[in-house]
């Protein structure tokens, strides 16, 4: 079964520092993918970066990179040089292939609320 | 133009109240989801459509009933709602099935209820 573990309720970072928020995940299928997600205090749900099970690469978007460790089934990301804004909800998210077969969900972790000080 | 949008933002009602939540997606998408966050954040799916039909039903109470009246359109009613039913309910679309890793969701803003 699947499974998202996001083990930092919370996290403070300096304005201008870089931040990493920890994600593993739990999955018997070779292919599937990751997600990243904000939800600032205003609500809304924010896609960040993809990582697919097979890119050779780690995905990088803007200040936003992901540490793809998939031996060790980790997803971690990383934001370079926090700003202000970057204080809100994160949350990790994964989803399966399953080609031919059942629609598969996008299975969420229960987040990082990340604060940035000035 | 808002891609997926929700209405209302806030609702605040009565327990054995009837309510519903609207959505609509403008980014001709063919899946449709309904998600819910509870007060610990924590966001699970209740409900997908794909061109108006159900494919993904999980253990949500029969008081909620999902309306598809077509691929742009996913309501969510819910009946003689409870205290527990309170959360931010979520409506979401992807381009596909859900069938591939990287098909992401676009989300709404979410509506807020709270079951007094």
């Known amino acids: 079964a699947q499974k998202i573990t996001q083990t930092q309720p919370g996290m403070f970072v300096q304005e201008k520092e870089a931040v990493t928020l920890d994600c593993t995940y739990d999955t018997s299928d070779p292919s599937y993918g990751l997600f990243w997600y904000k939800q600032p205090s205003s609500g809304e749900m924010i896609f960040l970066i993809y990582q697919g099970s097979y890119d050779q690469q780690n995905a990088t978007e803007g200040r936003y990179s992901l540490n793809f460790q998939k031996a060790r089934k980790s997803a971690n990301l990383v934001i370079s040089a926090s700003q202000l804004g970057d204080s809100a909800m994160y949350f990790c998210a994964m989803r399966e292939d399953n080609y031919g077969g059942a629609t598969n969900k996008l299975i969420f972790g229960t987040g990082t609320l990340l604060a940035v000080q000035p | 133009d808002t891609a997926v949008s929700q209405t209302p933002k806030y609702l605040v009602t009565q327990m054995g109240n009837d309510k519903s939540i609207k959505c609509e997606q403008n980014l001709g998408h063919d899946t449709m989801y309904w998600y819910k966050q509870d007060s610990k954040k924590f966001l699970k799916i209740m409900f997908s459509?794909?061109?108006?039909?159900?494919?993904i039903n999980e253990t949500v109470p029969n008081r909620f009933s999902p309306k598809s009246p077509d691929k742009a359109h996913l309501n969510l009613h819910i009946n003689s709602l409870e205290l527990g039913d309170s959360a931010v309910y979520f409506c979401?679309?992807?381009?596909?099935?859900?069938?591939?890793?990287?098909?992401?969701?676009?989300f709404g803003s979410g509506t807020q209820l709270s079951v007094l």
């Open positions: 459509y794909n061109n108006k039909e159900l494919i």
């Open positions: 979401a679309s992807s381009q596909g099935k859900g069938l591939v890793a990287n098909e992401k969701l676009f």
